[in-house]
Every structure is written in C-alpha cells, then in structure tokens.
C-alpha cells in the first residue's frame, strides 16, 4: 500500500469530491514513474501516450515495480513529481491514468489536469491587519481537520505546530503557523494555499498567518512537535573495567 492507496478506501472515481480533491492534492506531491518510448536522452524525455476510451492519455505509477508489473517487463521511466508531470500533459493536451489495478487508480481527463494545475497556482495574497480571534466554527473545523492534518504533518520538523481560529471582525478563518523559519515561509505558505485550493471553499475563506499568538480558547491545534521517547538516553562510556 502506497500513500495515495491511503487515501482511496473506495475507488477515486466513486469516492465524494473532498476526497477526491485530497487524493489530487496529494498525487501532485508524489513522485511518479511514467512510461516512456524511450530511454532518455539528457534532460529530453519523449511521454509513452495511449489511446483509452477515445482520449490520449500517458501512464505512471507511483512505485517502479508498479510500472513494470503493468508492461510484464522493465519498461523505460522518468521519475518527476504529479505536479510537474500534469504541467507538461496540459500543455500536450493528453491525460493521465495513474496505477492500473490498484486501489489508487484513476483516469484523469485533459480537463481534470487543467484543473488541478490551476489549483497548484494558488497563492496567498499578503496583507497586515489587526484582527480578533476566536474559536473555529465547529463546521468549519470538522472539514478542515483531517485534511489540514495530513499537509500539516508532512512540514513536521519544519514548522513547531499551527492553528485553526476564527476572525471575530467577519465570518472568515485563520491558518496560524507556528515556529517557522522566516526564509521558508513563502513556501510553506504556497503550500498550504495549495492544500485550501483542493478543498470545499468555507463561508468567509481561510487565511494563513504566520505568528507566535497564543490560540484563543476552543481552536483546532494541530501539534507538530517530534514524539518524545521514553527510552533513557545512553550512558556516557567511562574507562573499561579492569578484572
């Protein structure tokens, strides 16, 4: 079972929207393996593109053995991100079928790809504002708990942990982010823009803030902080005992 597995307890295409959208989101962050003609040669790779049901489509897996179990043999690859493959399938205006028999598999039309690269361009709008803050709405942190949870851990060791609040002065909410590293905030904000982009659009929206701020009683925290270990730490080595 592969992470994108994980996340399609039933098909991709009998499952809801939300959980389609999650299963999209995290195909763009996996590493794919997809059939080529050919080996490559240099940084030119030329797509293997299938007729399916009347449409163009390329093939990838997200393991090695996958894609040569598929073909019965070793096939020739390029290993790249989702998010860059679906770049360069939107611009040849194929689709893409993603793990053939397994619980992950899916077929994703040239519209699909132009969706999910328009929801990769997603990017957080700067602003500075003085705002109150509030617990979450129960709704809104019941849609949003288990999918900001799964991007969220995916930044641990990176960002000390983050919270989910209300915005007293409108109906909006806030993504507070804790322990950041100022030069990697840009992108650690890209991505959790991303991540909202994938989901349900929430009365009044989500923001992303980057603060210290103590959460107000009631918000959704999400604990990022590495597991401790009950193990005793080692003992230094002294001088070996003579008998």
């Not at 519209?111 to 109150?132: Q, V």
């Not at 942990?161 to 109906?171: H, N």
């Not at 989500?206 to 701020?213: G, H, L, Q, R, Y």
Request: proline share 10%; aromatic share 4%.
């Amino acid at each position: 079972m592969t992470a994108l597995d994980d996340l399609a307890p039933v098909p991709f295409h009998d499952a809801e929207a939300p959980q389609r959208a999650r299963m999209l989101s995290r195909l763009a962050d996996t590493e794919l393996s997809v059939a080529l003609l050919r080996e490559p040669v240099r940084d030119a790779v030329e797509l293997q593109i299938f007729e399916l049901e009347g449409a163009r489509v390329a093939l990838a897996c997200d393991t090695e053995d996958r894609l040569a179990g598929f073909f019965g043999q070793p096939t020739a690859y390029a290993a790249m991100p989702g998010r860059v493959l679906a770049g360069l399938l939107k611009a040849d205006g194929a689709g893409l079928l993603v793990n053939p028999g397994h619980p992950s598999e899916m077929l994703l039309d040239a519209a699909m790809l132009d969706w999910l690269t328009g929801a990769l361009e997603a990017r957080p709008e700067e602003a500075l504002a003085r705002m109150s803050l509030t617990a979450p709405s129960a709704d809104v942190a019941a849609a949003l708990s288990a999918p900001l949870g799964e991007r969220l851990a995916d930044l641990r060791g990176l960002i000390a942990g983050a919270a989910l609040v209300g915005i007293a002065e409108s109906d909006g909410h806030l993504l507070l982010i804790a322990g950041a590293p100022p030069d990697r905030q840009p992108a650690i904000a890209k991505a959790m823009a991303e991540a909202l982009a994938f989901l349900p659009p929430q009365p009044g929206g989500v923001d992303i803030s980057f603060a210290e701020t103590v959460a107000p009683a009631g918000a959704l925290l999400f604990d990022l902080t590495p597991p401790r270990s009950d193990a005793p730490a080692p003992r230094p080595k002294g001088p070996p005992i003579l008998r």
